[in-house]
């Protein structure tokens, strides 16, 4: 009897040749991507950084790719997107009180305040806390959010932005690009985009809890910015002006997103 031919098969790869390969595929791999992301780095590291004053002074390529974050989250929070509000009885009866930059003088007098607006005219328009108050009020219960870690549910009130802007005729300044807010001494002071600036729950607020607001939140006028982080709501408003180019924002200025949506 013959014997049945047998196939001609491959040997197997010993498990030692197997390993052998794997290691000299993975270190090609390794050294691959290695080279690779030096030279990105590199690259990094020789780029331009963006004009520095404005924001914190990142590489611009970095910056780049933080704008086309900033331009995702300005289309998603448009103003037809409202943040979520709750019921008046979920807010926080005791508020949180953050930091306190440009508003702990002692000698501030709340019943002298007036805020200023700079119209670009020779004369500032200066606007009494009374004409304010006599507008139509709204409420907002919502989620603040502080960049540094904590949230709360609060409930302000006052005049919406865009309403007050319609009735002191300043529509027509608030359709450049930014409006700046700083506190009367100049101490503390934010940016904001125009879509921010006109988005329907955003308030210039007297009371918190349908009561006046105290001292250390911001009396007699504050900013409440619910599509924002806490840094762009500024307490205590002293100047409002407009311009095409970003106003100075304290928080920027110390590296943090000059866009601080949520
Ligand atoms: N003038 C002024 N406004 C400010 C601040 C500040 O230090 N000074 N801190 C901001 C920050 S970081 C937050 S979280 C909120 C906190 O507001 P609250 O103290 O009323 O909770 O105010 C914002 N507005
Ligand atoms: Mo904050």
């Known amino acids: 009897m013959e014997q049945p031919i047998k196939k001609k098969v491959k040997a197997p790869l010993s498990v030692e040749h197997k390993i052998k390969r794997r290691n000299f595929i993975s270190f090609g791999a390794f050294f691959a991507l290695g080279g690779g992301a030096v030279a990105g780095w590199k690259w990094l590291l020789n780029a331009p950084e963006e004009t520095p004053g404005i924001t914190g002074g990142a590489k611009a390529p970095l910056r780049r790719a933080l704008n086309k974050t900033e331009l995702f989250f300005r289309n998603f929070f448009s103003n037809n997107h409202?943040?979520?509000?709750?019921?008046?009885?979920?807010?926080?009866?005791?508020?949180?009180?953050?930091?306190?930059?440009?508003?702990?003088?002692?000698?501030?007098?709340?019943?002298?305040?007036?805020?200023?607006?700079?119209?670009?005219?020779?004369?500032?328009?200066?606007?009494?806390?009374?004409?304010?108050?006599?507008?139509?009020?709204?409420?907002?219960?919502?989620?603040?959010?502080?960049?540094?870690?904590?949230?709360?549910?609060?409930?302000?009130?006052?005049?919406?932005?865009?309403?007050?802007?319609?009735?002191?005729?300043?529509?027509?300044?608030?359709?450049?690009?930014?409006?700046?807010?700083?506190?009367p001494n100049g101490e503390y002071y934010v940016g904001l985009e125009r879509d921010s600036v006109l988005h329907p729950q955003t308030i210039l607020a007297y009371e918190m809890n349908g009561q006046?607001?105290?001292?250390?939140?911001?009396?007699?006028?504050?900013?409440?910015?619910?599509?924002?982080?806490?840094?762009?709501?500024?307490?205590?408003?002293?100047?409002?002006?407009?311009?095409?180019?970003?106003?100075?924002?304290?928080?920027?200025?110390?590296g943090y997103d000059y866009y601080s949506g949520l």
């Open 82 to 183: 409202t943040v979520k509000t709750y019921p008046k009885e979920r807010a926080a009866k005791t508020i949180r009180i953050n930091s306190l930059i440009g508003i702990d003088d002692d000698d501030f007098d709340e019943k002298n305040w007036k805020l200023e607006v700079k119209t670009g005219g020779l004369q500032s328009l200066r606007i009494g806390i009374d004409e304010i108050k006599a507008l139509p009020k709204t409420e907002i219960v919502f989620d603040f959010k502080c960049v540094e870690g904590w949230d709360q549910i609060q409930h302000w009130g006052g005049v919406k932005l865009s309403d007050f802007l319609n009735h002191f005729k300043l529509d027509e300044l608030a359709t450049k690009n930014y409006m700046g807010l700083e506190t």
């Open 212 to 254: 006046p607001i105290t001292i250390e939140h911001g009396a007699p006028l504050r900013l409440i910015i619910p599509v924002k982080y806490g840094i762009k709501n500024l307490k205590r408003i002293g100047v409002m002006s407009f311009s095409n180019s970003r106003p100075r924002d304290y928080w920027a200025e110390q």
